[in-house]
């Protein structure tokens, strides 16, 4: 059984990418999709494959299927390029994803779990000269592992949460952004027609990205984040304000793991109690207060959930994807393996795993993001 290897090798200590020398002779790479999915699977796999073509003379590309779950019960297939012929505009994965928890791939003594043994055997098995994992965060914990066992893993930034340390953007995020800042401009007009409370939960479990650029596009007038805790005192102060200058709509975006103040002081366990999401219980609680206080305002909620991560890729996000996806490719082709291809400024870059693998990017509450939507009249609850 393999030991569990912690990287603290030249690689990790100097934040270089592994480069071995690239010989430009026949190669076969895996392709797997790890995780929740997005709007930039689809464009990411097909610049891979398209690169790789063009840079590597001799290459076969394998599909992995569903996730790391392909990889554990060795359920690959060969690929064409005719499998990646136009799918730049198309939701979803061709390959399939799952969620295969990095926990998992351990056992109780801390050593890797049998599905992580099946991983290394399978890719060994299968002769792959490298593997290139398109995923989030856990994904991501997953991947540096299957590094640190000596796999050649080329890395790419996919979330809908923008929550990858070590890129400014992961590809998703703009479509959806797109689609959250699409429902709540829906909601604005239907609001005021009514003169009604409008609580919409948006994805973000962990961070405010896709929330606080979707509130902003669609002018929500208070935005709630897991990074800032808010008082739900503040919200309905807000309201009853708007109430007494005859302008009673209010939009209210809110990350589905927003937490209040009070709600922030629980325990892990005792969050796992509460009841509803984050939308569900702060709509309750407007609406009680607003009846207790006499108001008949109602108080709708709306939960588009996956509609979000779903259709069709934004243009900016097909050229995110475009443009990481022919950096892996290189990466492949240079042997710079053990590295993610991530945007910063204007630049595609090879950024070590270990570097960044386990960060959660969160936003900063003195963001200048943060800053300006304050200065456009948004409240936070704080
Ligand atoms: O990580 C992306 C994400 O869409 C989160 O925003 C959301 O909380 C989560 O995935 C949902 O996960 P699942 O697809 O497993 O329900």
């Known amino acids: 059984m393999a030991r569990r290897v912690r990287s603290g090798g030249l690689m990790a200590r100097t934040g270089l990418c592994g480069t071995e020398t690239g010989n430009g002779e026949s190669m076969k790479v895996g392709l797997l999709t790890s995780g929740g999915d997005c709007q930039g699977l689809n464009p990411t796999l097909r610049a891979v494959a398209k690169a790789l073509y063009n840079l590597v003379p001799d290459v076969s590309i394998y599909g992995v299927l569903d996730g790391y779950a392909g990889l554990i019960e060795d359920r690959i297939r060969r690929m064409q390029p005719a499998d990646f012929e136009d799918i730049i505009r198309l939701g979803g994965t061709i390959l399939g994803t799952s969620r295969q928890s990095f926990k998992s791939m351990f056992a109780d003594d801390g050593q890797l779990a049998p599905k992580a ?186 939960v588009p959930g996956y509609y979000q991560r779903g259709g069709t890729p934004t243009a900016t996000d097909r050229l995110l994807c475009s443009r990481l996806g022919v950096k892996a490719a290189e990466m492949v082709a240079k042997h710079q393996f053990g590295c993610m291809a991530a945007e910063i400024g204007t630049e595609i870059v090879a950024v070590p795993l270990a570097a960044v693998t386990g960060k959660l990017k969160l936003l900063d509450a003195n963001d200048s993001l943060i800053r300006a939507a304050r200065q456009l009249g948004i409240v936070f609850g704080d």
């Open 117 to 302: 043994e099946q991983m290394l055997a399978n890719y060994r098995a299968r002769g792959f000269d490298a593997l290139v994992i398109l995923g989030g965060n856990g994904s991501q914990k997953t991947a540096n592992l299957l590094r640190e066992q000596g796999v050649r893993v080329v890395f790419l930034p996919k979330t809908i949460d923008n929550d990858i340390s070590g890129t400014d953007l992961t590809f998703g995020f703009d479509s959806a952004v797109a689609r959250a800042t699409d429902v709540l401009d829906a909601i604005q007009t239907t609001a005021r027609a009514h003169g009604r409370v409008f609580v919409v939960e948006l994805m973000g479990q962990k961070t405010g990205w896709l929330a606080v650029h979707a509130g902003i596009s669609a002018a929500a007038d208070v935005i709630l984040i897991p990074e800032i805790p808010y008082f739900p005192q503040r919200v309905y102060e807000l309201i009853t304000a708007r109430n007494a200058t005859g302008t009673s709509a209010v939009v209210i975006a809110v990350a589905e793991g927003a937490l209040s103040d009070d709600e922030r002081m629980l325990t892990k366990e005792q969050r796992v109690e509460l009841t509803g999401t984050a939308g569900v219980r702060l709509a309750d609680w407007l609406k009680q207060q607003l009846a207790s206080g006499g108001s008949s305002q109602e108080v709708k909620l709306v």
